[in-house]
């Protein structure tokens, strides 16, 4: 017996259902590609703020061991030093020190500008972030005298002058 009018029993995915199938999960891909790089700018950011808090925590080391060792009057001569040279070890991504920025590609690595003296940090994810007005894509710090103010007055035999390292430029991370 033959059903007339019957319409075999289609298989498999009509173009409709696979265009809508692949739409949907371009929009899904799409959403991911761009949170991941969002969460990759937030971890070289979190990488940058953690290898500068250990630099400032090992600069804090070096003034104790200097006051310990009763050599006070060195802690000034701290500023002219490589920030680096205050860690247990260098990051990973540190290229060395340079007469100005190195030939090869600093994208997401740190080195030391020996004419400025400062330590330079190249953003290798900069969708978020806003360099200084003519500035590069660098975050960069140098390590600073700072005097005791004129009126304050230092514990016997202390310092009156420290070192800290600064920010030089303004710039920002966009949310």
């Known amino acids: 017996m033959r059903a ?3 319409r075999r029993r289609q298989r498999g995915w009509s173009q409709l ?3 809508v199938s692949l739409a949907l999960l371009a929009i899904f891909l799409a959403v991911f590609l761009e949170r991941f790089q969002y969460y990759q700018e937030a971890a070289e950011k979190a990488a940058l703020d953690m290898t500068v808090a250990n630099m400032r925590t090992g600069l804090r080391y070096k003034v104790a061991d200097l006051i310990m060792n009763d ?4 802690i000034p001569t701290l500023a002219d030093e490589n920030p680096v040279t205050w860690l247990q070890a260098p990051p990973e991504n540190y290229l060395g020190e340079f007469d100005g920025p190195p030939q090869e590609s600093p994208a997401g690595k740190w080195y030391f500008d020996r004419k400025t003296r400062q330590l330079v940090y190249t953003v290798n994810k900069r969708r978020h972030f806003v360099p200084p007005p003519g500035g590069d ?4 710090y140098r390590a600073e005298r700072v005097q005791a103010a004129a ?3 230092a ?3 202390g310092p009156r002058a420290w070192v800290r390292l600064e920010e ?3 710039h920002a991370w966009l949310p």
């Not at 050599?71 to 060195?74: A, G, Q, T």
Request: hydrophobic content about 35%; some cysteine.
């Open 4 to 6: 007339c009018g019957r």
């Open 17 to 19: 259902e696979l265009v």
């Open 71 to 74: 050599r006070v009057s060195e």
């Open 137 to 140: 894509f660098s975050v960069r």
């Open 151 to 153: 009126g304050a007055s």
């Open 155 to 157: 514990p016997a035999g």
């Open 168 to 170: 030089v430029g303004n």
